[in-house]
């Protein structure tokens, strides 16, 4: 009743009210809602290791003094092909494109622990792109702490931006030949072609070179030098075909380096979203913490454990139906869901040996739902075969 009643009331607006909607992209399980979570210093967007765990576009409201930044969760950037795989909602390949069209900046998320992916933008991404120039983006490299040798970073980076960031040549060299036996602690030049126009506190392109090498994980050795001057680039349109030859896009304005998982640099990148807002009006009441409802978190979260649990694709025929929602006597809430599977076996590996698994997602869940409610929460799972 409380998060309606928030969701309805007008604004609390302050007397310069700034705002900035944010559109977090990547491929499925980049670490978007983690990172969405750790911005909000609450957990109230799903986190799984398996692919498009966030099936629906919820927004999280973060407020600060006079500003107020509203992110965009969306599902990974995906096709119809993989959609029709994961059994996925036809909402989730038009989402986020949606949110695109909302967006005043656009955070391009990217693992780069896995070493299939982290060289190349998955051309969703680049499409995705390449629809909205005019919107500014920055590249997030995620996971940094995973990447042992340092080093890749900067080739990772050239490749992502097509060597130019913020309208600047981006030149990357070695101090001497590395090789696969090469340690992290390889000194290494970044030259940029010009300076960048207008920097910001923290910003790990910037004038402030240690505090860039400490948030990227590279080494303290590492030279980042500036040098020369270069016409900046305007963003054009590109058709199919430039975009087949691109592995990157060239139009970033800004590279942050991250440990999502473990809150890594992400108050430097959100000092630079706060710094990026622009005078307008607040869509929501500053205690707002997200658009969805209790039972939507709840669900999610729920989700998010059976996946975690369950092989493969069992985990995407599941459907959750919430049978009980009640206040107790003593603030704590009691909820009651049934978790209908379509087959026998589905079932029996759901329950697990001993009811092992059922328990550990339902006492997991509950923990979580406790850090998102802030009150006591007894949890009960069922689970029924559908039909």
């Known amino acids: 009743e409380e998060q309606k009643r928030l969701l309805k009331n007008r604004p609390d607006q302050p007397r310069n009210p700034k705002v900035l909607r944010i559109a977090i992209i990547g491929a499925p399980n980049a670490g978007k809602s983690t990172l969405s979570n750790q911005l909000l210093g609450r957990k109230v967007f799903p986190v799984s290791k398996k692919v498009h765990t966030t099936r629906c576009k919820a927004r999280g409201v973060i407020t600060h003094e006079d500003t107020q930044l509203i992110i965009l969760d969306t599902p990974g950037l995906t096709n119809p092909l993989k959609a029709k795989r994961h059994n996925l909602d036809e909402a989730m390949l038009t989402d986020p494109w949606d949110s695109m069209k909302h967006a005043d900046l656009v955070l391009v998320l990217v693992d780069v622990s896995d070493h299939w992916t982290r060289n190349s933008l998955s ?7 390449s629809q909205f120039p005019h919107i500014p983006s920055v590249l997030v490299l995620n996971k940094v702490d995973i990447l042992k040798k340092k080093f890749l970073l900067l080739e990772i980076v050239a490749d992502l931006t097509e060597g130019i960031v913020n ?3 981006l030149e990357v060299k070695s101090a001497f030949k590395q090789d696969s036996s090469s340690s992290a602690k390889s000194p290494v030049q970044t030259t940029w072609a010009s300076p960048p126009k207008s920097k910001v506190p923290g910003s790990p392109c910037g004038q402030e070179e240690n505090h860039a090498q400490e948030g990227s ?20 349109h590109y058709g199919p075909k430039d975009l087949k030859d691109m592995k990157g896009w060239p139009h970033f304005q800004e590279i942050f380096m991250l440990a999502a998982l473990h809150g890594e640099e992400v108050d430097t990148l959100k000092r630079y979203l706060l710094m990026q807002a622009k005078p307008g009006p607040w869509e929501f009441h500053s205690d707002v913490l997200t658009n969805q409802s209790p039972q939507e978190i709840c669900d999610n979260i729920i989700r998010e454990k059976i996946l975690e649990y369950l092989p493969l694709e069992v985990p995407y025929g ?13 603030g704590e809430l009691l909820i009651v869901q049934s978790l209908l599977v379509p087959r026998e076996s589905h079932k029996r590996m759901l329950i697990g040996r001993g009811g092992k698994v059922i328990s550990r997602i339902a006492q997991e869940a509950g923990q979580d739902l406790m850090n998102a409610f802030l009150c006591d929460v007894r949890l009960k799972l069922k689970v029924e075969v559908k039909g």
Do not use: F
């Not at 994980?217 to 054009?236: F, I, M, Q």
């Open 123 to 129: 051309k969703e991404v680049l499409k995705c792109l």
């Open 167 to 169: 309208g600047k040549k």
């Open 217 to 236: 994980g590279l080494d303290k050795n590492s030279d980042v030098r500036v040098a020369g001057t270069e016409e900046a680039h305007v963003p054009k």
């Open 318 to 330: 599941v459907t959750q139906v919430t049978e009980i929602w009640e206040e107790g006597k003593c």
